[in-house]
């Protein structure tokens, strides 16, 4: 059995559903089963500290998970082009596991959601795959091959699954959003799986 970890980070929810729909296809996979973690708020100095652990969703995610994991996939909204400082400040911390190649050869992929078509969504699933290329990790996107990245018409890319929310506060992901997102689980725990066969 392979387990593959699905760290995100969401406020508005969208990013939640897409982990959610990621997760689904890891699980298609047999041998494959999936574990979702989040990260906490982070907030500068000025705006206080920290929000407080959530009574309810998946846990904070951990070195200790990262390093037990055989595939790796991040979630986050976009910032400005850029992930969202949570899942930075959360990266940002595993130098640890960099310098004793803990993640070296894992199978890893990102996902995304905006609010505007054009928010930044390929701009903010390289940034997530910078991290990883430096932790020696084998990045999996979604090939054209997939039927619903050519007919995606709010979200979805070859970098990752995304999602256009526009103005509405969680908007539900469309069919063609789940599908890319499930594909992208699929594909990283299918890599997982050969990449550990003897």
Known sequence: MVEILIVYYSRGGSTAELARQVCRGVESIPGAS??????????AESE?????????????????????????ILGSPTRFGNMAAPLKHFLDGTSALWVSGALVGKPAGVFTSTQSMHGGQETTLLSMMLPLLH???????IPYTEPALNETRAGGTPYGASHVGGSERGAPLGGEEQSLAQSLGRRVAQLALRLRAP
Do not use: C, N, Q
Not at 34 to 43: D, E, F, I, M, N
Not at 58 to 70: E, F, G, M, N, V
Not at 135 to 141: D, S, Y
């Open 34 to 43: 999936g574990k979702l973690r989040t990260v906490p708020s982070v907030a």
């Open 48 to 72: 206080g500290a920290a929000r407080p652990v959530p009574p309810s969703g998946p846990p904070y995610a951990t070195h200790d998970d990262l390093r037990s994991a055989d595939g790796l």
């Open 135 to 141: 932790h020696g990790m084998v990045i999996v996107g």
